[in-house]
Nanobody
Framework: QVQLVESGGGLVQAGGSLRLSCAAS????????MGWFRQAPGKEREFVAG????????VYTDSVKGRFTISRDNSKNTVYLQMNSLKPEDTAVYYC????????????????WGQGTQVTVSS
């Protein structure tokens, strides 16, 4: 399976911004739709945003539309999540993985979940 390493999280005040990065190993990154997911304490992991292989299609969960932007650089095997206007309810551990954009779910069996990156938004 592809190894994934997330970074860029931190502690930020409400209204602030963060940019997350996710680096993938292997040669199949450019052929895979990618997604960001998050898991808040006591909750299940949920889909946040997804991007197609070429980057021309993006999808977002309703709660982040207009605030978050997903992008990718296939030459660097990296996917990004620019998060603006952060809210306390965005507090979670953020992960990336291969994604199925139509169902907004993880592409099982492609990537191993990384350690994630913690995002904490204070009010």
């Amino acid at each position: 399976q592809v190894q994934l390493v997330e970074s860029g999280g931190g502690l930020v005040q409400a209204g602030g911004s963060l940019r997350l990065s996710c680096a993938a190993s292997g040669r199949t990154f450019s052929s895979r739709n990618m997604g960001w997911f998050r898991q808040a304490p006591g909750k299940e992991r949920e889909f946040v945003a997804g991007i197609s292989r070429s980057g021309d299609i993006t999808v977002y969960t309703d709660s982040v539309k207009g605030r978050f932007t997903i992008s990718r650089d296939n030459s660097k095997n990296t996917v990004y999540l620019q998060m603006n206007s952060l809210k306390p309810e965005d507090t979670a551990v953020y992960y990336c993985n291969g994604a199925l954009l139509a169902s907004r779910t993880v592409a099982d069996g492609w990537g191993s979940w990384g350690q994630g990156t913690q995002v904490t938004v204070s009010s």
